[in-house]
C-alpha cells in the first residue's frame, strides 16, 4: 500500500497545534505549552517569525507569561506576528456584561505590548471574540483573541485583514488571517505635498497660474484656475524633485564612493568640504521623504523631532487598511463581493429590482446579458439614447443615484430604506431637470436629507 503525500506538518505541545504546509520552510525555534515560536522562511519575500499564544486563565501564571513574553521578540527589522487566545483584554471597552474590567490585569497585559513593541492588527467582524453563552443579564462578551505584529511586518504586509469568523462548536470566534488580500488600487488623486513648500519656487508656480487671465464666471474662472494649477505643480515637481527614492539611492552612494576613495589617499580640505556637501544633499532628501510620509499619515511631524519615516510610512499603512472598501453592502443589508458588487447593488439586488419595474424601465435594464457592469451600464445607456424621449436617460441616472443614497444610509444610519419613497424622488428628479432642460433654465443642485420608516415584509 502506497502512503499519500505529506500535505502537512504538525507539531503537539501539550494543548497546542501547530500545523503549516509542507512547501513552507518552518523553524520552530521554541515550544511550552502555552506558546509556539517559529521562523517562517518562503520564497515570496523575508523570512519572518510567528507566535502562537494561549494566555493561562489563571491570572497569575498569566502574568508571569506576560513577564517572559518579551524574550522572543526578534530584532526590530525582523517581521514578527503574534496570534492567539491571550486570555486578557487592552481595554474597558473589550468586555460587555456583568463587573467591569480588572484595570490591574489590563496593566500587565499593556505592559507586554509596550515590552514588545506590538501593534494590534484591525480586524473585520464584531469586536468580541468570546462569549459565555448565557442569557442576558448573565451575558458576558470579550475580545480575549487578538492579533498583534510589529512595524516590520506590518509593512511586509501592508493588506493584511483580521477576520473574527463565528462558529457554532466553540464559545471563541475563529481568527483568519488573509495577509496579502485581493486589493483593487485606484489611481491616485492630486495632493499639495508638504515638502514642495520647502523650494521658494513653488510660489512662482503657483502665482503664475493664477494671475493667468481666463473668461467666465467667478466660480468657473476659480474652477478652471485650480485645473491649471494643479498641471503645472504635477509638471513642475516631475521636473524639480522627482522621485525621492531614486535621488536618495543616488545621493547615498555619491555619499559612500566618495568616503570610500578618502581612506585611499590623505584626505585634502576640499575632500571634507565634497564630503559636507553630499551629506548635505542626503538629509535633504531624507527630510522630503520625512514630510512626504508624516503628511499621508496626517501627523505633525515637529513634535516627532528625528527621521520617523518607517513610523509614518506603518500609520500610513494602517489608515489605508482602514479606509479600503472591499465590499459593498445593498441596501437589504447583502453583501456582495469582488467583481459582482456593483452588479448586485445596482441591478440583481430586490430593492434595485423594485425601482427599476416601478420607474418602468426594466425591459431596457434587464435586456442585456454582460456579466460586468461597466459593460452593462454602456450597453443601457447606448440603449435609451436611441429612444425619442430623453427622459427616459435622466431617469435612468436618477434611480441610480437614489439606489446609491439607500445603500449609504442603509449602511452608515442603519435604517431600512422605501423604495416607494426613493421611486417617487428619482420621478420627480427626472422630471423636473427635463423640465428645466425643455424651458431652458439652468438645473439648480440640491441637497435632500430623506428619513423613512420600516416597510412591511409584504
Not at 496593566?107 to 492588527?121: G, P, R, S, V
Not at 464584531?126 to 442569557?135: A, C, D, G, L, M
Not at 471563541?172 to 521658494?200: C, Y
Not at 416607494?420 to 420627480?428: E, P, Q, R
Request: aromatic share 12%.
Amino acid at each position: 500500500m502506497v502512503s499519500p503525500p505529506l500535505l502537512f506538518h504538525q507539531l503537539v505541545c501539550r494543548g497546542l497545534w501547530f500545523i503549516w504546509d509542507v512547501a513552507l520552510r518552518v523553524e520552530i525555534v521554541f515550544t511550552d505549552s502555552w506558546v509556539v515560536h517559529a521562523k517562517i522562511d518562503n520564497e515570496d519575500g523575508p523570512p519572518w517569525f510567528f507566535t502562537g499564544v494561549y494566555g493561562s486563565p489563571d491570572p497569575y501564571i498569566r502574568r508571569a507569561q506576560w513577564e517572559i513574553f518579551p524574550s522572543f521578540k526578534p530584532d526590530a527589522f525582523d517581521p514578527w506576528l503574534c496570534l492567539g487566545d491571550f486570555n486578557d483584554i487592552s481595554c474597558p471597552e473589550e468586555k460587555c456584561g456583568r463587573r467591569p474590567a480588572n484595570r490591574s490585569q489590563i496593566t500587565h497585559f499593556l505592559n507586554m505590548i509596550n515590552a514588545t513593541e506590538l501593534m494590534d492588527l484591525d480586524f473585520v467582524g464584531s469586536i468580541f471574540t468570546w462569549s459565555n453563552k448565557q442569557q442576558i443579564p448573565y451575558c458576558v462578551l470579550k475580545r480575549l483573541d487578538r492579533g498583534m505584529c510589529n512595524v516590520a511586518w506590518r509593512n511586509l504586509h501592508p493588506d493584511a485583514k483580521l477576520i473574527h469568523q463565528s462558529t457554532l462548536c466553540s464559545d471563541h470566534k475563529i481568527l483568519v488571517l488573509k495577509s496579502n488580500p485581493n486589493m483593487i488600487k485606484l489611481k491616485r488623486p492630486f495632493r499639495f505635498e508638504a515638502m514642495w513648500l520647502s523650494d521658494p519656487s513653488c510660489q512662482n508656480v503657483v502665482k503664475t497660474t493664477i494671475e493667468s487671465p481666463c473668461l467666465g464666471s467667478p466660480s468657473f474662472s476659480f474652477f478652471v484656475t485650480l485645473g491649471h494649477c494643479r498641471k503645472a505643480l504635477i509638471k513642475w515637481n516631475h521636473e524639480h524633485f522627482g522621485h525621492l527614492e531614486v535621488k536618495i539611492r543616488w545621493a547615498y552612494e555619491l555619499l559612500k564612493e566618495h568616503q570610500r576613495c578618502m581612506t585611499n589617499r590623505t584626505p585634502s580640505e576640499d575632500d571634507f568640504r565634497r564630503e559636507d556637501d553630499l551629506l548635505r544633499y542626503y538629509k535633504y532628501y531624507l527630510r522630503l521623504k520625512e514630510i512626504h510620509w508624516a503628511q499621508k499619515a496626517r501627523q505633525d511631524s515637529f513634535t516627532m523631532g528625528e527621521m520617523n519615516t518607517r513610523y509614518f510610512h506603518t500609520l500610513v499603512n494602517r489608515q489605508r487598511h482602514r479606509c479600503s472598501i472591499d465590499t459593498l453592502k445593498c441596501p437589504r443589508k447583502e453583501r456582495s463581493h469582488h467583481a459582482m458588487r456593483l452588479m448586485h447593488l445596482f441591478i440583481s439586488c430586490p430593492f434595485a429590482r423594485a425601482l427599476w419595474f416601478g420607474a418602468h424601465i426594466s425591459q431596457e435594464i434587464y435586456k442585456y446579458e454582460s456579466e460586468n457592469f461597466k459593460e452593462r451600464l454602456i450597453e443601457i445607456i447606448d440603449g435609451m439614447s436611441k429612444l425619442d424621449d430623453e427622459y427616459f436617460l435622466t431617469l435612468f441616472g436618477a434611480v441610480l443615484w437614489q439606489i446609491w443614497l439607500a445603500r449609504n444610509d442603509a449602511r452608515f444610519m442603519d435604517v431600512t430604506p422605501q423604495p416607494v419613497s426613493h421611486l417617487y424622488k428619482a420621478i420627480h428628479t427626472a422630471s423636473a431637470m427635463t423640465h428645466y432642460k425643455h424651458e431652458g433654465k439652468e438645473v439648480k443642485r440640491s441637497i435632500i436629507t430623506v428619513h423613512w420608516s420600516f416597510p412591511p415584509d409584504s
